[in-house]
């Protein structure tokens, strides 16, 4: 069953015994990344290869970062797929402004800090809004949908981050994005330690510049 369809990919999600083993029990998701029909065919299937087997690491590495993600069950190199465990729970997009102050404050605590574990182990997520977290009944914050991470120590890039999560705030929790971005930040600098303030302040450097170009755009297709 079709539940998102995006630009680079779409999701669907399927009972685990019809994609994986007759045995297998609930439900999973499968991501089939889409070709791309005005690129010549070598490039298309290099470029989808690469991003999906980039994002099935990408998962994986940061859960070893302590980083709640996604089991990747399955890494299709010739379908393009990444069939993962279908996570339980709410969108952090859909409860965030409901939530009274004192939850949503540790939520986006709980936010910041896990940003900064990424951040930590060399990994930018590329796409942080609150429609790829979600809160898991037990309390838990995973984050989903690495289609536009990399692996990057920079500053630069760290602070992309951060401005996409302020972006994606302004944007969808208007109301309370300054709270809530204060909160995900002294989570931040809690987590990331010496050097937080460097890519905090790179984040609001990058504000300052003007019109931010997406990570789809900078990338050569």
Request: proline share 3%; hydrophobic share 35%.
């Amino acid at each position: 069953m079709l539940i998102k369809k995006g630009a680079e990919a779409n999701l669907y999600l399927e009972p685990f015994k019809r994609v994986l083993h007759t045995a297998g029990e609930g439900k999973v998701i499968v991501k089939d990344r889409i070709s791309k029909h005005y690129r010549t065919p070598a490039l298309d299937l290099r470029l989808r290869e690469s991003r999906t087997v980039l994002e099935a690491k990408l998962l994986s590495d940061a859960k070893r970062a302590g980083v709640p993600t996604p089991l990747v069950y399955e890494v299709d190199r010739v379908g393009m797929r990444i069939v993962m465990e279908f996570v339980e729970g709410k969108q952090v997009k859909q409860i965030l402004d409901r939530l009274r102050p004192t939850e949503r404050k540790k939520l986006c605590y709980t936010i910041g800090r896990q940003v900064a574990r990424l951040h930590r182990a060399g990994i930018v997520h590329g796409d942080l809004t609150t429609s790829n977290m979600i809160l898991r009944p037990d309390g838990r914050v995973y984050f989903v949908d690495f289609g536009l991470g990399g692996y990057s120590p920079s500053t630069e890039e760290r602070g992309v981050d951060l401005h996409l999560l302020r972006r994606a705030l302004q944007s969808i929790h208007f109301r309370i994005a300054d709270q809530a971005y204060a909160a995900a930040l002294s989570g931040y600098r809690q987590e990331f330690g010496g050097g937080a303030m460097e890519v905090i302040e790179r984040a609001k450097d990058i504000e300052s510049r003007g019109r931010y170009v997406s990570k789809e755009e900078r990338t050569w297709r």
